[in-house]
């Protein structure tokens, strides 16, 4: 006869060790030390099988969840301002990521733990069945009846004991599936509206592009960038064939670099040459001295106009484009800037992009609501209701000035009277006359902007707010030329690290997370602090609207 232990189940088997310690705990050669022992034993196990199928998927969901959190933090580890990565949100997106594959390795269990099930019954049924027994015929045939009716009445119940590894299979199956829907839709298809024109122009190149004829002057400053210039010189090779070759001239200054950034612009001269594309592409420059101290201050702020105007040189001494098409050191894709040209249909006279990193919204320092109030650095940005509305519809935002990363700017304020296009630039005198405060002032009440001398990057005048030289451009172009349509385009997402444009680009513009961003997060009031550079008691206003006060 085969042994009783390897006919019983494993619930059996486990009842039976349970039972066992039991009795040992009872028997009068169990020292009183090993008693208490055994008998926490036994209640552990006790309480492990009544809730294991609690436990395990519990411990397993923690466990993931953790895995994705410490992942999180190995790629954002410090310098974050937690206001603009705001808990709940933070979890939500974990969330995303833990419960499909949660619901993976559940379905998984599931089906593993009902086919060793279905092993060890046959196994077992295999054993018995092939064993010392013997049954006779007869006994077979008498109870033929009862055995029939015995089937039929268990056969409910075999199934009623399917139905929840069955259910939960299903169910677990389908966080999984979500899973892969989550990943499927991951891009917000608002934020890549002109990707197939960009991908037309680049199977059909043609000189004129495939845009409006626009003469596109693209101005830019590199230094030991090395780490985003392969992408940036990807995606602005898409830009170029879009606007079209003979519409584009490319000026670029590298200075400083001992990373490589020169030699790759080296390389790029030779591609944009055979493309047929204008260009000034200075490296290793040493023109213009670099500040031993690069901290904010007059120095820093003079070195970078003086940059910056260089990178502007061939278009002051030759003129005959429209458009300037400022970048930064950014990574950015080729759609998102012809968003930022196409914003508003071409109607505006300076447009931004929307520049995202640790702390939210980079540029704090330079851009300003309409009103000319120091703006947020979180989401939606603005205080005032048309800048905070626009934000959250994802149109263009008005400002007083920005920056932000990418900017498009109509160049004759630039040029020399001589080289502007005729009718561009207004012919009455300005709206409002100059402030004192301005470097310019005084002028003649009747000077128009066609008059204007050209304007060009400059640091701040001493009764001027302590600005930015990104700063003082917009605001020359409204108060010597009354430029009043500058905005901000929300869609225009770029950054100067990987790890915060992935994040700012793709995840929170996830459709699961811009739903909480609109109906959860934009119900609070954390929104609604301003980012001020210096002691909030010290802010000051004046003609360029409210002045960060850390000078």
Known sequence: MRDGWRQKSLRLRAAQSIEWLILASKRPTT?????????????????????????????????????????????????????AWPLPRTRLIILMATIPTWGLFMCLGVLLWGLGGFIVDQTLGARRGGGDYQLAMDDVRSNTSSYRARAHRARPGFLRSHYLPLGSFFVFMSMALSGVYIFETYEYAGDHRYREDVETALRVPRESGYYNGTKVFVAVMFNNNIDILPYWIKEFTKVIYYIGTENVFVSIVESNSWDGTAEMLDEWKSTLDGMGVQHLIRTRDKTIPRPPDMSTGIPRIEFLSATRNLALEPLVERGGY??????????IEADSVIELLKTKDGEWDMVCGLDLSRWGLYDAWVVRDRLGNLASSLWPYFLEDAGMQAVMEEEPAPVF???????????????????????????????RPLPDTHPAYPQSASLTPALTPPIAFRRSADKECFSSESFNLPYDLRRQFDMQRIYLNPRVINSYEWKYYVYFKYITRHWVVRWWMKNVEARSDMQSAKMIIGDAKNVWTWDGGECHPWR
């Not at 609690?54 to 310098?79: E, N, Q, V």
């Not at 429209?322 to 990574?331: A, E, K, P, Q, R």
């Open 31 to 83: 020292g009183r030390f090993l008693s208490p022992i055994l008998w926490l034993l036994f209640f552990t196990l006790s309480l492990v099988f009544r809730t294991a199928f609690i436990t395990l998927p519990a411990c397993l969901f923690w466990y993931i969840y953790r895995h994705f959190s410490d992942y999180r933090l190995s790629k954002f580890d410090w310098g974050l301002f937690e206001p």
């Open 401 to 431: 000035t920005c920056w932000n990363g990418i900017v498009a700017f109509r160049a004759d304020p630039l040029l020399p009277i001589a080289l502007r296009t005729p009718g561009r630039l207004s012919t009455s005198p300005l709206s």
């Open 322 to 331: 429209d458009i300037v098409l400022f970048s930064n050191d950014i990574l």
